[in-house]
């Protein structure tokens, strides 16, 4: 049985959606775990409507405490051998179970990473986030290498694996970002992991009031992703050093443009230190030439380097991914 785990916080526009596509998916044996995170409007009733019709689906309320906790009830509440999360504000594909139970019944395959789509609320915009690891059957190490360049997202959710994975493995309360800093535990303990080149999920990108959808120029976003590819960095560090370096490029960029968008409502002693990590001889090597000739320039002109990181991450997301059509 596949236990699909949906965290559930005041989605009561798309909840709806995002349970049919459990329901009408065309792999028939699965539950929905719905943890209703303490919503302040309809989603809880939402919820207790749909279990009342389906008695796969099984809907625990609680107080409020976040994705991860709410993520983290769902594992302890799990009964099936496959566990594949969903956000309530996003959908599956109709044959997204069904593909997953397929993958997992070959022989040694542990987990299965496919492709999304990655939806507006526009109407008629969308694009095809597409991996460029070709399609295949990998070891662990090699998607952690992948994930940590990133040619892999950190996602959650297009990750779907056997529930054995997250024994003694819960998601870390309190933070954002959160499946950054996690990811690799179930990664790190699968056997094998294929990778599928069909988009099986839908992730609806632009939500007002989303947990990870917010403006750019957020500081709770850049010091979160910082905080968490710096997990991922220091857990390659101790346990595979020999694909460290990657992480590390990534590190470096993500502490970058967090000093450059914060610098000035950072705390004095807060910035001093950012500078002299970022500056550190932790990253005197083992970074691209790119990463290499941003740090030296930061080291003795950390304004003017902050000033061109800002406008070129401006002119970024202005002309970001949302503009392929239907």
């Not at 008629?124 to 040619?151: H, M, N, T, W």
Request: charged share 30%.
């Amino acid at each position: 049985m596949i236990s699909v785990i949906m965290p559930v916080y005041n989605t009561e526009d798309y909840l709806s959606q995002a349970v049919n596509s459990v329901v009408e998916q065309t792999y028939g044996d699965w539950e929905l775990i719905a943890v209703d995170d303490g919503s302040t409007d309809g989603s809880g009733r939402i919820l207790d409507d749909w279990a009342a019709k389906e008695k796969r689906i099984r809907v625990f309320h609680t107080e409020n405490a976040g994705m991860s906790a709410a993520r983290n009830i769902g594992l302890e509440k799990m009964r099936g051998d496959i566990v594949q999360f969903i956000d309530s504000d996003d959908w599956l594909d109709p044959t997204a179970l069904q593909e997953v139970a397929a993958a997992l019944s070959k022989q040694g395959v542990d987990m299965v990473i496919y492709d999304v789509w990655c939806e507006g609320d526009d109407e008629g915009k969308r694009f095809c986030f597409q991996s460029p690891v070709p399609e295949g059957i990998y070891e662990p190490q090699d998607i952690l290498r992948f994930i940590a360049e990133p040619a892999i997202p950190s996602w959650v959710w297009n990750k779907p694996c056997r529930s054995c994975l997250y024994k003694g493995v819960r998601f870390p309360e309190g933070e954002k970002w959160e499946d950054t800093g996690m990811i690799f535990y179930p990664v790190d303990k699968a056997e094998k992991i294929e990778v599928l080149s069909k988009p099986l999920y839908h992730y609806r990108v632009l939500r007002l009031g989303s947990a990870t959808k917010e403006g750019k120029d957020d500081h709770s976003r850049h010091m979160w992703r910082f905080v968490q590819f710096r997990k991922q960095y220091e857990f390659l560090k101790e346990n595979y050093p020999a694909i460290a370096d990657g992480a590390k490029t990534v590190l470096l960029k993500k502490g970058l443009l967090y000093y450059a968008f914060f610098f000035k409502v950072l705390e004095a002693e807060e910035r001093r230190e950012l500078k002299r990590y970022l500056c550190s001889e932790e990253f005197s090597r083992g970074i691209n030439w790119k990463a290499r000739t941003a740090r030296s320039l930061f080291r003795f002109f950390p304004r003017t380097v902050s000033h061109m990181l800002r406008l070129r991450e401006a002119s970024r997301f202005s002309n970001d991914s949302m503009v392929a059509q239907r």
